[in-house]
């Protein structure tokens, strides 16, 4: 066995054995959610699985656990779909047309240190200024304020990807009489696609993940998303392992879906401009 070999030997163990670290807990958690208190509490490996703690979660009566991931799915599309269509504008106006003075370098330094500042530090002005607008304790401030803090993310990678498109195809564009918003419709866009498949799916988790600004802008199961509702089941005295690991599993099936559709689109996004001939 030459040395070439077993370097790519020890690359296959070494990413195998990463692999299962990975999801080991993803499986805890699944087969927890399928096990009563009593095989949860002993920690049985042999188990006859239930369903009682989806029942119990998105099926008893008067269960919030329906409406937080109403609220979840609502918020984080709109604010997606809101992130990626100023993001995107923004990144090609920065990208292909020309600024004055330098503005797009003060624009994108700014971009960068909002989004740098941690939600910690951020939430309690949002909490006044939405207050002063009746705006706390709505699905609508949420949006808001995801979409704002995902702006700055979207506009970052998008102009990555405007930039290493050909300023021939524009210039031809515009030759043929089109305007600078047709260039950007007919001509960019359509070549930046897997790019914007990548932002898609970070900013859809950026705002399905979200926590500590819902924990603090939401008081009543109305505007409440999932990740708060989860961390209404652990308790002072008490913690629902069941019916959290099942909330965790329905919580985390969404994205897995989205990821496992998008994800040649999703590579092809993320090694869009890695070499340039």
């Given at each position: ?42 920690n049985k490996v ?60 003060i624009i994108l ?98 705002a399905w993940n ?68």
């Amino acid at each position: 066995m030459n040395k070439n070999k077993k370097v790519l030997i020890m690359r296959y163990i070494v990413l195998a054995l990463a692999i299962v670290i990975t999801i080991i807990p993803f499986i805890f958690i699944i087969l927890t959610s399928f096990k009563d208190f009593i095989s949860i509490m002993s920690n049985k490996v042999l188990f006859s699985p239930i369903l009682d703690n989806y029942k119990n979660l998105f099926f008893s009566r008067g269960s919030d656990y329906p409406q937080f991931l109403q609220n979840s799915v609502i918020v984080s599309v709109v604010s997606t779909i809101l992130s990626m269509v100023i993001g995107t504008m923004g990144a090609y106006a920065l990208s292909w047309l020309r600024v004055p003075y330098k503005l797009d370098v003060i624009i994108l330094t700014w971009l960068l240190v909002v989004r740098v500042i941690h939600p910690m530090a951020l939430a309690i002005p949002f909490f006044f200024i939405l207050n002063n607008f009746g705006l706390y304790n709505t699905k609508l401030a949420l949006i808001l304020i995801y979409t704002a803090m995902n702006m700055p993310f979207t506009i970052w990678m998008m102009k990555a990807f405007f930039d290493e498109l050909p300023r021939s195809l524009g210039e031809a564009a515009e030759i043929d009489g089109c305007s600078k918003f047709q260039i950007f419709r007919m001509v960019a866009l359509p070549l930046v696609g897997p790019g914007m498949a990548a932002s898609v799916i970070f900013c859809f988790l950026l705002a399905w993940n979200e926590f500590l600004l819902a924990l603090i802008l939401t008081s009543t199961p109305d505007a409440m998303t999932f990740p708060v509702g989860i961390s209404r089941l652990a308790q002072q005295f008490n913690v629902n392992w069941g019916e959290m690991s099942a909330a965790a599993t329905a919580f985390s099936i969404p994205v897995f879906v989205i990821a496992l559709v998008a994800q040649k689109y999703l590579v092809k996004g993320m090694t869009m401009g890695a070499v340039k001939g």
